[in-house]
């Protein structure tokens, strides 16, 4: 069996780097994430300023879609979103000084993601019938029960659980 040659390929792999610097699909990618990674130094560095730079780490910054210069920030929780509230004309006067010119600036608290996931029964998990006393607590609570005086209502109260709790 003879085979024909394989052909010489004609191009070269390209780094990685190369594929996202291209104007075709993943170079907007890279200029995106360059310019989120930018605005979210600027926006530390103007939080720092304001003594709120505890906070950076906390916010996610982005772009608002349709509104022209308006930042928009996800914040974790509501008791960050109202102090940032309180010093918004602040934030956006420090944006502007550090370069990042914006009109306005949206605020919205980042939901939370439950750790525990809610599953409906099915046959399978269907409770349990609870079952009989053991022969431990069988024992125990006849010897409690022969140490009961014979008129205590504790002493019916145990007899009657003895008697509906099968083996």
Known sequence: MN?????????TAYEWVDYLRESEGLGGILAKTEDLAK???????????LDLGQFSQKIEAGWRQGGQNELFLLVKNASIASRLQQ?????IN????NGLICKSIKLQVKPQVSN??????????APRKPTG?????????????????PESGLRKAVEKL?????K
Do not use: G
């Open 94 to 97: 420090e944006l502007a000084k």
């Open 133 to 149: 006393l053991n022969q431990i607590a069988r024992s125990s609570w006849q010897d409690l029960l022969e140490k009961l005086d």
């Open 39 to 49: 605005v979210k130094s600027q926006l530390a560095r103007a939080l720092t300023a």
């Open 162 to 166: 003895l008697q509906n709790k099968p």
């Open 87 to 91: 010093v918004l004309p602040s934030l």
């Open 3 to 11: 085979f024909a040659p394989k052909q010489k390929r004609k191009q």
């Open 116 to 125: 525990w996931d809610v599953k409906a029964r099915t046959e399978a998990r």
